[in-house]
């Protein structure tokens, strides 16, 4: 679970970095937020709410967006934590 955050983390890092002072799609953002609850299961334990799954249905959505671009990691890597956070009872 942490080497997929990690994984996602990163290349959310460097997609922002490539983006700096452009529009951010608002999937990005969903999985930004998706990636900071999973740390907060990961690290604290905390559960993700019922409310708070909400945030992991941002897939069809980047995959619209990236599928088959440079930027198509980005779904794969959020794909992963889902699918980790799937296994571990989550969602």
Known sequence: M???NDNLREILTKFREDKKGKHISEHIIASEIALSLSDLFLINGREISSE???WFRAGIYLDYIFGGSP???ILVR????????QN????
């Open 52 to 54: 708070e799954k909400e």
């Open 2 to 4: 942490k080497e997929a």
């Open 71 to 73: 930027w198509e990691e």
């Open 78 to 85: 959020y794909n992963k934590v889902c699918l980790e956070l």
């Open 88 to 91: 571990l009872g989550q969602l």
